[in-house]
Every structure is written in structure tokens, then in C-alpha cells.
């Protein structure tokens, strides 16, 4: 069975190589067989009886009146934390970790883990995001919740050794055993990569332990990096030198790219860690509402991308957002630089989208994934143009920059199987789920 997406105006998202895209967009037709676009041009119907031989009957989806564009790519994200959101508001990072969330943490269990996911990814495809990268514990009950919802995720067991040598030997262990268990499961929807915590919770020695497993596993890293001030400054003192230097001086990214790190949030940079990342290949995910909500800072992007360092999107977890919305996510990204630099011209919407597509899908590791293309995967959204938000439309990526958002996303596909039709949700329990989410929430924060 396969889909005809048919009359769409087509945003491909293909990758920009340092120059703005000819046509960036067309009026279009989509075929879809399996997990795959199969054929892609301005009208297939010429073409309908050579793939209907090939590939069977294709299911016509009219998408007159809305956009076709990839799935969006949330490239950070915790989602277990969806039952903490609004728990921990206007505090500092450090006393919204150690007085607010870690003693949340202490109450769950799988079950609890499960029912938070859920929610995450309700939330997540309604708002047409197609692939997540997912870090935190109870990490076998959240792939078997990503598994069952038909989204696809990169996840990884948080590592930490904070409680002294030899603490986080076990969740290693741990994170293996998961590794073996999902890896590629789902048809290869589902990735576990290695997940140490920050280097502010990891000793050297566990760092070089959990680098060496991923070598051995030949999997990625995805590790918070110089997030806060006070991170940036504690390492100076206490190594004489910048989180990103001591990471650096352990071969944590010597091995790239058998071995891709992510580096998440990385607002407290300076030039030499700018210059270690671009050699490096060291991909980096910026956060800006979480960061800015926690009142960390804003990171350099712009200078990042100059320097040619690849940056992705994430929304970070919904305890300190409080939202999956990735819209929001493109939106801030796109703003909050030219606020900050007084020029407008700094990170241009065509640049942005990127982030949210094609750079974020190949940093968390699905490359076939993140754009429009024929033998890409089929991780498809359909964005309904006929809103208030989206009319008149004279420029589609100007619009889904600055105009789009989780209403006016009408279609998920992923891996050419549909999960929302029409904003109703097709792998998912959305009633049952809301309603158990609260119950839960209301359990975990009782003194």
C-alpha cells in the first residue's frame, strides 16, 4: 500500500550548501510506497500506472491548501519530564535541578516513565514533529512508547557518576543492554546512542570509560555541554579550562565520525571551543527557549554556523520550556540573535528551517531523513495554509518561520505510515493519555 499526496505545495528542505535554494518550493504531487517517496514532480499523474505496477495502489491524499514539507527534527529533548511540566518555574538551573527536579525524579518508576513519554509524544506529533533525540532513565519503558507511536527517536540512558568512582558503572551497563535490545528496531526507527549527563556530573575517568563502550558499539555521544555560566566558570577553576577544552583533552571527539557527538545547549562558548567543534565535526543543538527560561543565556549561534559548525534544534524537556513545540523553537531561533546583535539579517528563515530539518535529522543520526527527496524516508507533514496565521502567503518559508504552529498542522506521516489524519491522532490514545498524565503528576507532587 502507498499514498499519492497530490496538488501540495512542496517545501523539500534540500540541504543548503552555503547558497540559497533556486526554487525552494513547488506545486506538487508526492508518491509514497512503503517507508519511501517514491516519486516526487509538479503532476505524477502520467506516471500513476507505472508506480500503481510497481508498487501497488496509491491512496490519494488531496493536499490542495497545505504545505508538504519534512517532519520536524527535535534534536533534544527529555520526555519523561512532560509530567514535571510547570513544577519548577522561575528558579536558577542549579536549584531547578537539585531542589525541584532531582527529588521529582527520586518518585518514579516505569510505569510513571511510560505515561510521561506518552504524553511527549502526543504532544510532539501533533505538532509535526516526525523524529526526537531522547535522553533520561527508565529508557526501555520510553522505547517501547516511541516503538508503539510510530515516531522516530534517537535514545540514550542518562549516564552520571556524580556520587563518587565506580556509581555509574551499572547504568553503563544498563545503556549497553538497552543498546542491544533496540538498536535498529522499528525497521531502524529507533536509535540508542551513549547519553553521559554533562561533564559536570561525569569524571574524566567514566567519560573515557563511556567513550571507549561507544567505540566498541560504534555509536554516537549526546552530552549537555557548557550550558550555564556558572558551569563555564566552575571548570575553569577547577581544570583550567572551558568545558569544551576538558572534553576535548579526554578524546571525547577524537573518534568522530565513527563515533558523531552531539553537544547540547553550548551557550557558553569561546572561540577556541568554536574552533574544536568545527574540527572536530562536533554537531550542536541550541535550546533557545529553555535556555532562555532558565535564564542561561544566549548561545552564539550565529558565529557557530559561520565557523561551519552543523546546528540543530531542540525543545529540551517540557519541565523547563514548558513545551514540545518546535514552531516555537524556529520561531526564537530566528529572533532572538537579531535581537541580540541589532541586525536583522542574522539567521534568515531559509537557515533556520534547516535547523529543524536536513541538519538536524543527519546530526541525530538519520540522514535519509529531513527532507523531500525521492528514496528519502516518507516522514511527511501537511501544514494547512487556509488559517488566519497563514494568509495571505507570499513567501512559504517566511511563513512557516514566523507565522506556523502546532494548529495548523493537519497530516503526520512517518515512515509512509500515517499517525495523524486530519488533527486526529491514529497510534495514540490521546484522551486516556491526557487524563493518566494528570493523575500521575498529581501522585508525584504530593508532599
Given at each position: 500500500m502507498?499514498?499519492l499526496?497530490?496538488?501540495?505545495?512542496?517545501?523539500p528542505?534540500?540541504?543548503l550548501a552555503?547558497?540559497?535554494e533556486?526554487?525552494?518550493?513547488f506545486?506538487?504531487?508526492?508518491?509514497?510506497?512503503e517507508?519511501?517517496?517514491v516519486?516526487m514532480?509538479?503532476?505524477?499523474s502520467?506516471?500513476?500506472?507505472?508506480?500503481t505496477?510497481?508498487?501497488?495502489e496509491?491512496?490519494?491524499?488531496?493536499?490542495?491548501?497545505?504545505?508538504?514539507?519534512?517532519?520536524?527534527?527535535?534534536?533534544?529533548?527529555?520526555?519523561?519530564m512532560n509530567?514535571?511540566?510547570?513544577?519548577?518555574?522561575?528558579?536558577?538551573?542549579?536549584?531547578?535541578l537539585?531542589?525541584?527536579?532531582?527529588?521529582?525524579?527520586d518518585?518514579?518508576?516505569?510505569?510513571?516513565?511510560?505515561?510521561g513519554?506518552?504524553s511527549?509524544?502526543?504532544?510532539m506529533?501533533?505538532?509535526?514533529?516526525?523524529?526526537?533525540?531522547?535522553?533520561?532513565f527508565?529508557m526501555d519503558e520510553?522505547?517501547?512508547v516511541m516503538?508503539?507511536s510510530?515516531?522516530?527517536?534517537?535514545?540514550?540512558r542518562?549516564?552520571?557518576?556524580?556520587a563518587?568512582?565506580g556509581?555509574?558503572?551499572?547504568?553503563?551497563?544498563?545503556?549497553e543492554e538497552?543498546?542491544?535490545?533496540?538498536?535498529?528496531?522499528?525497521?531502524g526507527?529507533?536509535?540508542?546512542?551513549?547519553?553521559?549527563?554533562a561533564?559536570?556530573?561525569?569524571?574524566?575517568?567514566?567519560?573515557?570509560?563511556?567513550?571507549a563502550?561507544a567505540?566498541e558499539l560504534?555509536?554516537?555521544?549526546?552530552?549537555?555541554?557548557?550550558?550555564?555560566?556558572?558551569?563555564?566558570?566552575?571548570?575553569?577553576?577547577?581544570?583550567?579550562?572551558?568545558?569544551v577544552?576538558?572534553?576535548?583533552s579526554?578524546?571525547l571527539f577524537?573518534?568522530v565520525?565513527?563515533?558523531p557527538?552531539l553537544?547540547?545547549?553550548?551557550v557558553?562558548?569561546?572561540?577556541?571551543?568554536?574552533?574544536?567543534?568545527?574540527?572536530?565535526q562536533?554537531?550542536?543543538?541550541?535550546?533557545?527557549?529553555?535556555?532562555?527560561?532558565?535564564?542561561?543565556?544566549i548561545?552564539?549561534?550565529?558565529?557557530?554556523?559561520?565557523?561551519?559548525?552543523?546546528?540543530?534544534?531542540g525543545?529540551?524537556?517540557?519541565?523547563?520550556?514548558?513545551?514540545?513545540d518546535?514552531?516555537?523553537?524556529?520561531?526564537a531561533?530566528?529572533?532572538i540573535?537579531?535581537?541580540?546583535?541589532h541586525?536583522?539579517?542574522?539567521?534568515?528563515?531559509a537557515?533556520v528551517l534547516?535547523?529543524?530539518?536536513?541538519?538536524g535529522?543527519?546530526?541525530?543520526?538519520?540522514?535519509?531523513?529531513?527532507?523531500?527527496?525521492?528514496?528519502?524516508?516518507?516522514?511527511?507533514?501537511?501544514?494547512?495554509?487556509?488559517q488566519?496565521?497563514?494568509?495571505?502567503?507570499?513567501?512559504?518559508?517566511?511563513?512557516?518561520v514566523?507565522?506556523?504552529?502546532?494548529?495548523?498542522v493537519d497530516t503526520?506521516?512517518?515512515?509512509?505510515?500515517?499517525?495523524l489524519?486530519?488533527?486526529?491522532?491514529?497510534?495514540l490514545?490521546?484522551?486516556?493519555i491526557?487524563f493518566e498524565?494528570?493523575?500521575?503528576?498529581?501522585?508525584?507532587?504530593?508532599?
Amino acid at each position: 500500500m502507498g499514498w499519492l499526496i497530490k496538488g501540495a505545495l512542496i517545501v523539500p528542505l534540500s540541504p543548503l550548501a552555503g547558497e540559497a535554494e533556486e526554487n525552494p518550493w513547488f506545486t506538487g504531487d508526492i508518491a509514497v510506497a512503503e517507508d519511501k517517496i517514491v516519486a516526487m514532480a509538479a503532476d505524477l499523474s502520467a506516471d500513476i500506472p507505472a508506480l500503481t505496477a510497481k508498487y501497488g495502489e496509491l491512496t490519494t491524499i488531496p493536499a490542495q491548501g497545505f504545505i508538504a514539507m519534512p517532519g520536524l527534527v527535535n534534536a533534544h529533548s527529555h520526555s519523561v519530564m512532560n509530567l514535571f511540566r510547570g513544577a519548577g518555574d522561575d528558579m536558577s538551573l542549579e536549584d531547578w535541578l537539585f531542589q525541584r527536579i532531582f527529588p521529582l525524579e527520586d518518585k518514579l518508576d516505569g510505569a510513571a516513565a511510560a505515561i510521561g513519554a506518552q504524553s511527549a509524544v502526543l504532544e510532539m506529533i501533533g505538532s509535526g514533529t516526525t523524529s526526537c533525540c531522547d535522553s533520561y532513565f527508565f529508557m526501555d519503558e520510553v522505547a517501547q512508547v516511541m516503538l508503539d507511536s510510530g515516531i522516530r527517536a534517537n535514545l540514550g540512558r542518562g549516564l552520571t557518576d556524580a556520587a563518587g568512582p565506580g556509581s555509574g558503572a551499572g547504568r553503563l551497563a544498563e545503556a549497553e543492554e538497552l543498546f542491544k535490545k533496540w538498536q535498529n528496531a522499528g525497521q531502524g526507527r529507533i536509535k540508542f546512542w551513549l547519553a553521559p549527563h554533562a561533564p559536570y556530573t561525569c569524571s574524566d575517568a567514566y567519560l573515557q570509560e563511556i567513550l571507549a563502550k561507544a567505540a566498541e558499539l560504534q555509536v554516537g555521544l549526546n552530552i549537555h555541554v557548557a550550558e550555564t555560566r556558572t558551569e563555564f566558570n566552575d571548570s575553569l577553576a577547577k581544570y583550567g579550562m572551558t568545558p569544551v577544552e576538558r572534553l576535548n583533552s579526554l578524546g571525547l571527539f577524537d573518534q568522530v565520525p565513527r563515533v558523531p557527538v552531539l553537544a547540547v545547549h553550548c551557550v557558553w562558548l569561546t572561540e577556541d571551543d568554536r574552533r574544536i567543534f568545527k574540527e572536530k565535526q562536533v554537531s550542536v543543538v541550541h535550546n533557545p527557549q529553555s535556555n532562555l527560561k532558565l535564564g542561561s543565556g544566549i548561545g552564539q549561534i550565529p558565529a557557530l554556523m559561520a565557523a561551519g559548525v552543523p546546528v540543530a534544534l531542540g525543545t529540551d524537556g517540557a519541565a523547563s520550556n514548558n513545551n514540545l513545540d518546535l514552531w516555537e523553537e524556529i520561531r526564537a531561533a530566528a529572533l532572538i540573535h537579531k535581537g541580540e546583535r541589532h541586525n536583522p539579517t542574522l539567521m534568515p528563515a531559509a537557515q533556520v528551517l534547516q535547523m529543524a530539518g536536513p541538519i538536524g535529522a543527519k546530526a541525530i543520526g538519520f540522514p535519509e531523513c529531513g527532507t523531500l527527496a525521492v528514496g528519502q524516508k516518507a516522514d511527511i507533514i501537511l501544514v494547512d495554509l487556509d488559517q488566519p496565521n497563514m494568509r495571505p502567503l507570499i513567501n512559504p518559508i517566511s511563513q512557516l518561520v514566523y507565522s506556523a504552529g502546532p494548529a495548523n498542522v493537519d497530516t503526520v506521516m512517518i515512515d509512509g505510515r500515517l499517525v495523524l489524519r486530519k488533527k486526529e491522532f491514529l497510534t495514540l490514545d490521546k484522551e486516556r493519555i491526557l487524563f493518566e498524565v494528570q493523575k500521575k503528576a498529581d501522585e508525584l507532587l504530593k508532599d
